[in-house]
């Protein structure tokens, strides 16, 4: 038959109803379970008999009848699976394939809308399948998805692996589900390559969080490489043929029997899945540990000597320390022997059962405050977890506020001019608690007017809870003669409460009593909430190490954020992950980052310092601190100082390298101003020598 007479015969054909549908399960890899279709369509022809679309798909997409076909098996398709609902057949996912024509239709996504509306098929039991050369024009395709998307269509990657799409182009798409091409299938016994590609493909599915096809199973020994490997969903003629709905129904539950009977125990493929979840799951727990703003650390006790188990965060590195320097060690290893026994004193508290011990420390010129609980097991105490943050800034704010309090104890004469401009609440009130004076930050903070304060009694304005603690440690002051730090909660003009943070200092006369109270304080709500959210946090990671330990079935993320320049890259410089803060100071966004390699962005004269910064961070597997100059948005180059470290999978090998910089461009210039002007100093001294 002629190519002209099959055109003309294909025209009619919807009219005279000769397409029918056939559907190919695929089934669950792990239960055997049918969970889904694809619907193929077959060509009844008068004289030809049944053909596959290979035989006339080609022709319906030359003379432009691909989409009202596409159309009548979409809505078939939606109809068949609406009915077998209906018969209560087990829920079912249909998959349907599009054509480039039918999916940029200017109203496709109205079509769809309507035929399930009109079918009464629930949209989340639709898949619509793309291929990957209809992903080349990622602009135009990522919208049309994202509609299918937010109806509530899944969307399936057809042939993955053999298609023209890039990664970056596959990472942009909203897909749920990729489907290994049968042509690695099909050969990943036989062929290294093939079966390197098909466990790449499925390990990448399962990072991004989207469902793993592996199409044309056409053996028992494929089946069970898939299972060993973990590939989610399977189908081919190992299970079946494509087949029309009755012959379809009668065949379901053989179908069923097939994994159970030729592939892995259900019970070992669980066992696989729930390992690799574990796996997963501790190494982003690992990741978010790394990127947490404060510090996390675990200890344990053997032999009466404390050691680290444990210890991760921002705020170990810029002490500039490591994790490998602390985890495995006692304190005296790696901090000075005052501080390490100052720190053992603390741990003896928390394993001694003593809830919420807390302390500051200092190191290397960053202060920290760190509490600590007992992790119980069996009744007895098994590990002390800790937490800590960066109180840098507010310790100088507390010293800062000291040695005002001295100055104006010393120079009494300057204390108004001082105090009526200070941002702190200055107060000075006698032994019985009558304020004397006042700050006019405490209307800023408290409202009213300075009526309210000088002359009257401070304590009605200190919360109820408090007045007990608030009296003990006057009397404490007043006794000893000695200043004394509290914090309590005060009761504002307009009924609301806040936290206050203060420091009593007596005034003393010459002969030595007490003649008043000099109090400053500053609000500290906003650090209170910080501190609740941090004791909450610290709550739930206890949980999640207990749950950890007890069951091994899932651990909770801990929140990062920070203000210097992070991001991951991969072994070839690719930028996986950039930091909203790259914006902030280099003026790209992003995205601008993500997906092309870092070294675009160093400066020509610096680019072989940086590869072999690089190279050596993977061949010695340890951590690099380098400076180079980096382009910016405008044009221009500033000075960054990075440090790099390696991140290892589970044979230790380097894969990722985690990076943190910041700009230190300022720096740069003061130290070319002082080098410019110690030459001018040694020629003006070579000119005075010569004369």
């Known amino acids: ?64 009848l691909i989409s009202l076909i596409g159309e009548w098996v979409l809505r078939t398709a939606c109809t068949q699976s609406k009915a077998w609902q209906d018969a209560g057949v087990p829920t079912l996912i249909m998959a349907v394939n599009l054509s480039v024509a039918q999916l940029y239709q200017p109203d496709f996504v109205e079509s769809v809308e309507n035929i399930l509306h009109e079918t009464g098929l629930v949209p989340s039991y639709l898949e619509l399948e793309i291929t990957e050369y209809m992903t080349m024009e990622i602009i135009k395709i990522v919208p049309i998805l994202r509609r299918l998307k937010n109806i509530g269509i899944k969307i399936s990657l057809d042939d993955f692996g053999i298609g023209y799409s890039s990664l970056f182009n596959f990472k942009e798409l909203p897909i749920d589900i990729i489907k290994i091409d049968q042509s690695f299938v099909n050969n990943c016994l036989m062929d290294l390559k093939d079966a390197t590609i098909v466990k790449a493909i499925i390990a990448l599915g399962h990072e991004l969080n989207v469902e793993v096809v592996a199409e044309g199973i056409e053996s028992k020994e494929q089946l069970i490489f898939l299972q060993q490997n973990l590939c989610d969903l399977g189908q081919g ?4 043929k494509p087949l029309p709905p009755s012959e379809f129904l009668v065949a379901f539950h053989q179908i069923e029997k097939i994994i159970s009977r030729d592939g892995i125990p259900a019970a070992l493929c669980r066992e696989k899945r729930l390992q690799e979840a574990l796996y997963k ?19 344990t006790r053997l032999d009466g000597k404390y050691i680290h188990t444990l210890c991760d965060g921002e705020l170990l590195y810029r002490m500039g320390l490591t994790p490998e320097q602390v985890v495995g060690k006692e304190p005296h290893e790696f901090l000075p022997l005052h501080d390490a026994e100052r720190k053992s004193q603390y741990y003896n508290r ?15 010129g960053i202060w920290y405050l760190a509490s600590l609980r007992p992790i119980h097991r069996g009744g007895q105490v098994a590990e002390v977890i800790g937490s800590a943050v960066d109180i840098s800034d507010r310790i100088k704010k507390e010293r800062e506020a000291s040695l005002l309090t001295q100055y104006l104890v010393e120079q009494e004469s300057k204390y108004r001019l001082i105090t009526e401009n200070s941002q702190d609440l200055i107060a000075i009130m006698d032994t019985n608690g009558v304020l004397q004076y006042a700050s006019p930050s405490h209307i800023r903070v408290f409202g009213g007017d300075a009526s309210q304060f000088e002359g009257n009694y401070a304590f009605p304005m200190v919360h109820p809870d408090d007045l007990a603690l608030i009296r003990e440690r006057r ?15 005060f009761v504002k003009v307009d009924e609301t409460c806040i936290w206050l943070e ?9 002969d030595g009593k007490i003649d008043s109270i000099l109090v400053t304080g500053r609000e500290i709500t906003e650090r209170k909430i910080q501190e609740q959210k941090l004791r909450e946090s610290e709550q739930r990671y206890r949980d999640i190490s207990e749950r ?43 995205s601008e980052f993500e997906g092309n390699s870092a070294f675009y962005f160093v400066h020509p004269d610096d680019l072989a310092h940086v590869k072999r910064q690089f190279d050596d961070m993977v061949t010695l597997e340890s951590t690099f601190d380098f400076e180079w100059r980096c382009k910016k948005a405008d044009g221009s180059w500033v000075y960054i100082e990075t440090r790099g470290t390696p991140i290892f999978d589970e044979n230790r090998k380097v894969v990722k390298c985690v990076y943190g910089s910041r700009d230190i461009s300022e720096r740069k210039k ?19 020598g010569c004369t």
């Open 281 to 299: 799951t501790k190494q982003e727990l690992a990741d978010t540990l790394r990127y947490q703003q404060g510090m996390t650390f675990k200890l």
């Open 670 to 688: 003061e130290l070319l101003l002082w080098t410019e002007k110690l030459s001018i100093v040694g020629l003006a001294t070579g000119v005075a």
């Open 548 to 590: 950890l330990a007890e069951k091994e079935e899932k651990y909770r993320f801990i929140a990062e954020n920070t203000q210097d320049l992070v991001g991951v890259v991969d072994m070839e410089g690719i930028v996986l992950y950039a930091s909203p803060s790259h914006e902030l100071v280099l003026g790209f966004p992003s």
């Open 502 to 510: 203060g420091i009593g200092t007596p005034i003393l006369t010459s």
């Open 350 to 364: 928390a394993w001694s059962g003593e809830e919420n011990v807390t302390y500051e420390g200092q190191y290397n």
């Open 475 to 489: 009397d404490e002051m007043i006794s000893t003669k000695a200043s004394v730090r509290l914090e309590w909660r």
């Open 237 to 240: 003629y190992f299970f079946s």
């Open 1 to 64: 038959m002629g190519l002209q007479q099959l055109e003309k015969d294909l025209r009619g054909a919807l009219e005279r109803q000769e397409f029918q549908l056939h559907y190919q399960p695929k089934l669950d890899l792990a239960s055997g379970k049918i969970t889904g279709v694809e619907a193929l369509i077959r060509w009844e022809h008068p004289l030809q008999g049944l053909l596959t679309p290979t035989h006339f798909i080609p022709l319906a997409e030359e003379t432009n």
